[in-house]
């Protein structure tokens, strides 16, 4: 998701992955999964299969581990600024974990093309030999949105076509 946030000078943008679920919705599902395993296990442990009580609460562990993962995962947040003399990129979760500040004429953003047209390109900000990957979570949309936004500021873009490769 690409949102513009309000900044004293210049452009300030928030770079999030699209979320179905927010975090207490994802709690509800596996409330709702909890509930529906211990009724089919219960009534399995009644008809003398009781050995299935330790497997569900195995799988139903699995399936909490897998969703904060990925809740976490989908908590990430990049804020690019945007300013007549600089570009800055700071990346975190909760907090701000690494944060990248270059000069703007010497920075540029490459647009790595897939080979495939449904593929989403990659994006990357770019000073000298330094290269930071930028959004890669972001969906087809998103990118075309935020490349928009980009060539709006005047920002460097620079193209750049697959590797050709020789399959035989």
């Known amino acids: 998701m690409v949102e513009q946030l309000p900044a004293d000078t210049g452009t300030r943008l928030l770079l999030t992955p699209n979320r179905s679920l927010s975090w207490h919705g994802n709690v509800r ?3 709702a999964l909890v509930a529906l395993s211990m009724i089919v296990v219960s009534g399995m442990s009644l008809a003398g299969a009781w050995l299935v009580l330790p497997f569900a609460g195995l799988e139903l562990a699995a ?3 897998a969703l904060y993962v990925t809740a976490r995962h989908c908590q990430q947040k990049e804020v690019l600024t945007l300013s007549a003399d600089t570009i ?3 990346k975190g979760i909760d907090r701000k974990d690494s944060e990248w500040e270059w000069p703007r004429q010497t920075a540029r953003i490459d647009i790595h093309t897939p080979r495939h047209p449904w593929t989403t390109p990659k994006l990357s900000l770019r000073h000298h ?3 930071v990957s930028l959004a890669p979570f972001l969906n087809h949309e998103d990118v075309t949105i935020l490349i928009g936004i980009l060539e709006e500021q005047g920002v460097q873009l620079q193209k750049r076509a697959p590797p050709t490769m020789a399959w035989f």
Do not use: H, I, P, Y
């Open 63 to 65: 399936l909490a581990a």
């Open 129 to 131: 030999t330094r290269d």
């Open 29 to 31: 599902v596996w409330l």
């Open 88 to 90: 800055r990129l700071e």
